[in-house]
C-alpha cells in the first residue's frame, strides 16, 4: 500500500502493521532532521516519538491531502523548535552546550559537509513545498524519479525537471550565504546525509507507542504543543497579516487562560493547504478607497528575534531604542527575543540598536507609515565579530586606564533595514588599568566595506581617531597615544537662569572621517563634552521646550566654564521642520507576483530611488504579495520604486512625480538574480581570494591601485579555493569586476551563466609632462577611467589615482588596469568650490602586465592678458577662483546605448559622462596683479569662462570653499589662430578683461 492507503487503514481500522510501516518508511528522514535541529541524540529521540505522536493523532484529515514527507519535515521543525525551547528555559541558559553535542557521524565529515548541514533544513523550509517534496524523497528517501512523479502526481519527465530545478534553488539559497557549492558537491551531501539511519529498535518502540498513545508526559506535551503550532503557522498563512496577528495574540491568551481548552485535534488539521488552481487571491486586489486617511498608522508592537548567524543559536542582546527625545533599554530573553511597543502616535521614526558579544552590532530604523500592523515580527541574524586589541598610552608612553573606545562605520547601505553599526551605549569598550582594551565586535573588513574607524576619548586628554583598512589591520596590536588638551564644560539654563536638565550638547564636526561627540546635561544643567586641542569648538544644543541653538567656544588655558542660556520655545518651526511638514503623503499601494505563476510573493523589500543617482532609501518589508503605506516624501520632486526578493531579479517602477495621491503598482518578479562562475588567471588556473562585484552607470565602482571601493549595496563576494563565486545581481548592473593582488578584469554581464572572468595582469604608465615646449617639474598628473567612445560599451571603472612629476618632468603609476585609460594635468585651486580640476586628457591603452609610455602635453599657441574688476575688491585673491578657457565643442555624434531598454535617466548620465570626457580645457596661471598666461592652446574656438566669488562676511578664512558667493562672471569668445613655428613662439596677447562685480 501507499502511504495514503497506509494513512486510511490506521485511522478507520486502527491497523498497528499499517502505522508501524509508515513508521518505518519514514523514520530515518524524520530522525536526521531531528538530530540536525537538535543536536543532541537524547533530544533527537524524543522529538521523533513526538512526531510519530502527532501522525498517529492526525492521520484522519492527512489521507490524499498532502505528501507525507513534506508534512512530516515540516512537523519535525515545529517539535525540533519547541523542544529546543523547552531544553533551553530547563537549562536556564543558552542552548549552546545542545547545538555542539554533534553525533561522531557529523564529526566525520568535512568542514564544509558540516557548514552545509547546520543550514541545510532552513534552506529546505525556505523552498515552497512542491519543489521540498521533490527533494525529500528524491534524495533522503532514496526514491526513484519514477516514484518520485507517482508521490507528486505528475510524469517522471517533470519529476526530473522539478528536482533539478529545486536543487539548484537549494544551491543558491546556500550561496547567498556564502557556501559554494558545484551540483555535484551538494549531490554528494544529500546522499551522505540520506545514508544516516535511526538507532535499531526504533521501529518498533516508536510505532507501539504512538499507536497506543503511551508516551511520557514530556513526548506527548511537546506533540500538543506542535500540533498547537501548525495551527497558528497555517492561521498567519490564510488570513492578511493583521488580522491573523490579532486573532494570534487573542488566541494564545485564551488558550493560556482557559481552565478547559479545546482539543487540539478540532483546532488543528494536516498543514497549510494549496490554494485552489486558477482562483484569484483577493489579497491582491486593490482596495477600494483612495483616501489617504484609511492607512494611518496607530500601535503596534515589534516582536524582535535576535540569532546568530553562525549557528542559529538564540543570543542574548541589549537592545536601544531611540525615538524623538526618548530611549528606551531592553535586552532579549532566553529565546532570543523582545517586544517593543510603539504607542507614541509623533513617532515619525524609531531606531533600533542590537548589540551581543562576540557579534557584530546593527541598526534597524523604522518609519510611521510601516506601523499599520498590531504586530510586526523582525528576525536579525547578528554575524561573528572579529577581534581588535590594543593599548592606550600618553605622550611618555604610560598606560591610560578608562579610556572609551568607540567604533563607527563601515559604509550603511540605504536600501536595507539592517546594517552594520555601533552605538557607544552598547558597543564601545574601556581601557583596563594597563590601558588594555579588546573587542570582539569588529565586522569582517573585505572588499569595498574593508575601511571603518574607532575614536579613543579621555577626561584628561584630546581625542584620538585611528581608521582600520582591511583585515590586516586586525592583526595586530594597536598602540594609541593620547595627549593633554583643554577642558570643554559648561552649564546650560534658561531665559530664567535656572538649569536645563537633560539638554543634549554636541560637538559639531565638519571635518571628513571625525566622529561627533554628545554629552546630557547633569541636574544641574552642566556638561563636560571632553578634551580638545587649542582652538574654537563648536556646539549644538537641544532641549525640549527651548528653541535650539549653537554656540561657540573657546578650549585653552584660560577658558572658563562656558554658560549657554536656552530661549522658550514659542511654537515656530526650524526650516527643516518645515520643509518635514509641507512635505507631501503619498499613499503606495501595489502587488508583487511571481511572473511564471502569478502566485503572491510571500517576502520582498521595497526601497525609494531617485533618479539623481542617490542612494535608495528603504521604505519598508511587504508579504502576502502586496503593500500598502502612506509615506511622508521631503525633498523629492520624482521618484522610482525597487523591488527586490530572494530568488528573484530585482524590478523597478517606472519615474513618477511625487504628489499627494495614491498610486498603484503592479511588479512581476522573474525568477533568477543570481550569477555564479569563475576567476581564473591567463593559464586557465582558479584565481582564490579575488572579489567579484557588480559595477554599473549609477552605481560606480572606484578603484585606487589595488583596492576597490563600492557605494553602500553594491553586491559582492570573494572567490573560494577554486575560483568560484555567487553573486546577488543588482539592478542595472552592466559588468562584472574581478580584482586581485594579481590583476583586474572587466567583463559584460552575461546573460548566460555561469560565467569565466580572465584575470589580465596589472599594467604600468611611464611618462613625461611637457608645458610650452619644456619639461614642466612638480606637475601633478591624475589617472581616470576613460569613457568608451560607442555607448554600446560599459562604462570603465572609476580611477583616481594621482602622480607628480619629477625634476625631469616624469612620473609614473604602477598599478594600472590593463585596457584604455584617460590621463591629464591635474590643477589645484586651493580657495575654489572645486579645487581639484583637470586639464586636457589623452587616451592610453595600458599593455597587460607592460608599460605604456606617454608624453603629456599639447602643442599651441601662448596666451596672455589680463584680468580687472569694475569695482576695486582690496581684499580679492585671484588665485581664489578657477578661471578657465574652454573649447567649443562641436556638434556630438548620437550614441548607440549600451541598453535601449535602459530607463531615460540612465541614457541621459551615460551622454553626459561622454559629453564631460571629451571637454578640453585650460587653466589661467593668474598673478596677484590680475595679469595671467595660458600655454600650449592649440588653434580653434574657445570660450573664456571668468567669474568673481567672495567668502560670507561673517567667515574670516575667505580660503575656505564653503558658503562662497557668485559676485560676477564673464564669458568671452576666444579664437585661437591656425600659426607657423615661428608665430606660435610669440605669445598671443588677448588683452584687458573687466569682470563686472556686483
Known sequence: MNDTELLRAWAAHRDESAFAELVRRHLNLVYAAARRQSGGLALSQEITQAVFLVLARKAGSL????????WLFRTTCFVAARAVRTEQRRLRHEALAVMQMNTSKTSELPEIWREVESHLDAALAALSASDRDALLLRFFQGQSLRAVGEQLGISE??????????????????GRRGILLTSTGLLTMLTQFREEAAPAGWVGQISAHASANTAGAATSALASGAIRDWFFFRLSQSLPPAVASLIVITLGLWWALSPNPPALNQLADGGPAAPAAGKPNPSLEFPATKAISAVQPGPSRILLSVHSARDRRPLLARLLVTSLNTTLELTTDEHGMAEIPVTDSRVRSLTLWVSAPGHVPVRLPWTRHEFVEPLLVQQCWLEPGQILQGQVQDEVGQ???????????????????????????????????QGYFRSDQIPLLAGSHSTMAYAVSHPDFTRAVVSLEGQASLATNHVVVLRRGFQVAGQVVGPDDLPVAHALVEEIRTVYGQTSHEVETADDGRFFLGTYPAGPVQLAITAEGFKSTTETVSAGPSTNQTVIRLAWEDGSKSEWEQAMDSAPTMRMVGTVVDADSEEPVSQFRIALDDPDGSQPQWIGRGHDGRFDWAVHLPFRQQFLLEVDAEGYEPAASEIRPVQEDTQHFEFRLRRGGLTSGRVVDLHQRPVAGAIVLCHGLDFGVDLRGKQVSAPSGV????????????????????SLLAVHESGFAQVPMAHARPVTIPLQPWGAIEGVVVAGGQVAPEQGVILQAWVPEAGSEPLGVSLNAVAVSDAEGRFRFDVVPPG????????????????????????????????A???LGTSGRTLVGRLALTQPSPDYRWQEDPQVLEAVQPELPALTLANPGEPDYLNQLRAASYRGSRIRRFFLDVQPDGSFRVSDVPAGDYRLQLHVSLP???????????????????????????????????????????????
Open 952 to 998: 560670507p562676511k561673517d567667515r574670516d578664512d575667505s580660503a575656505s570653499p564653503i558658503g562662497r558667493r557668485q559676485r560676477g562672471q564673464l564669458i568671452v569668445p576666444v579664437i585661437v589662430p591656425e600659426g607657423d613655428d615661428q608665430a606660435n613662439e610669440v605669445p598671443l596677447d588677448l588683452g584687458t578683461f573687466s569682470i563686472p562685480v556686483r
Open 63 to 70: 489521507a490524499g491531502r498532502v505528501t507525507l514527507s513534506g
Open 157 to 174: 519527465e517533470a519529476a526530473k525537471k522539478r528536482v533539478s530545478r529545486a536543487l539548484e534553488k537549494l544551491r543558491s539559497w546556500l
Open 820 to 851: 584604455p585609460v584617460a590621463v591629464g594635468r591635474r590643477f589645484t585651486i586651493p580657495g575654489a568650490l572645486v579645487p581639484i580640476r583637470v586639464g586636457p586628457r589623452q587616451r592610453v591603452d595600458v599593455p597587460a602586465g607592460g608599460v
Open 399 to 433: 598606560p591610560v586606564s578608562g579610556a572609551q573606545i568607540a567604533f563607527t562605520g563601515p559604509d550603511i547601505d540605504g536600501s536595507k533595514r539592517e546594517n552594520v553599526a555601533f552605538h557607544s551605549r552598547l558597543s564601545s569598550v574601556t581601557s583596563d588599568a
Open 715 to 734: 553586491p559582492q563576494t570573494l572567490t573560494d579555493a577554486e575560483g568560484r563565486f555567487s553573486l546577488r545581481m543588482k539592478r542595472n548592473t552592466e
Open 853 to 855: 609610455e606617454i608624453v
